[in-house]
């Protein structure tokens, strides 16, 4: 059964505490991405990788951190120098050069940060 | 500045009734545009791409237009049922890179029976 899996679903942290989010593919894409969500907005890009060993940083990646050792990992921590932590956290993989570039997602994980 | 704006406020429709989701953009030239649902506390799921050389597609129920000119997509949802409801997203490639791609806001949708 092929897809995206993210644990665990919901995560409880004290302030202060770097802690890392799991995101795993059996899709065989080379690309993967993370995003955060926050009540009634929409997704905001973290991070993205291409390729194993490479990553980018997008639109809000402080206080964040991720590694790509193996095409189908992509975790993210979250440090604790990210000022407003709690959040829905998505992570998605696709085909890079598929001709239409559609976007799996995982079912997401609910960090809060008291 | 960049921006991707939905309808702003959440659309209530009456079942059997046509919903029609609009998503502006300003200061991008995509060269496509998708949507997604996304159902409360769910990852969100394909439905459509939309190229733009193509006005229209279609997909079941769903039809989606693109006008590049007003820099415009409508989404639309017709005999609409209680389980649509979810909020839709629309999604456009960041022409600076390859494989980055920008969400709107949402624009969250309820069928009412």
């Known amino acids: 059964d092929g897809g995206i899996t993210q644990s665990p679903k919901y995560l409880f942290r004290k302030e202060g505490q770097n802690v890392t989010l799991s995101c795993e593919q059996n899709?065989?894409?080379?690309?993967m991405y993370w995003y955060r969500q926050d009540p009634g907005q929409g997704l905001r890009l973290i991070y993205y990788?291409?390729?194993?060993?490479?990553?980018q940083k997008g639109d809000i990646a402080e206080g964040y951190s991720v590694s790509r050792e193996k095409k189908e990992s992509f975790p993210l921590t979250v440090t604790s120098a990210q000022k407003n932590p709690t959040a829905f956290y998505l992570c998605?993989?696709?085909?890079?050069?598929?001709?239409?570039?559609?976007?799996?997602f995982g079912p997401g994980t609910r960090l809060t940060v008291t | 500045s960049q921006k991707i704006e939905q309808n702003s406020e959440a659309l209530n429709i009456q079942e059997g009734k046509t919903a029609t989701l609009t998503c502006n953009y300003t200061?991008?030239?995509?060269?496509?545009l998708q949507w997604y649902r996304q159902d409360p506390g769910r990852g969100p799921v394909f439905l459509l791409l939309?190229?733009?050389?193509?006005k229209e597609k279609r997909k079941e129920r769903l039809k989606v237009t693109f006008d590049t000119t007003l820099k415009q997509s409508l989404f639309h949802i017709t005999a609409s049922q209680p389980a649509d409801s979810a909020t839709y997203l629309c999604?456009?490639?960041?022409?600076?890179?390859?494989?980055?791609?920008?969400f709107g806001p949402g624009t969250s949708l309820s069928v009412i029976p």
């Open positions: 998605a993989s696709s085909i890079l050069g598929a001709a239409n570039y559609e976007q799996y």
């Open positions: 899709l065989n894409h080379d690309a």
């Open positions: 990788s291409q390729i194993v060993n490479d990553f």
């Open positions: 200061n991008y030239s995509p060269a496509y």
């Open positions: 939309i190229r733009e050389n193509e």
């Open positions: 999604a456009l490639r960041d022409e600076t890179s390859y494989d980055k791609v920008i």
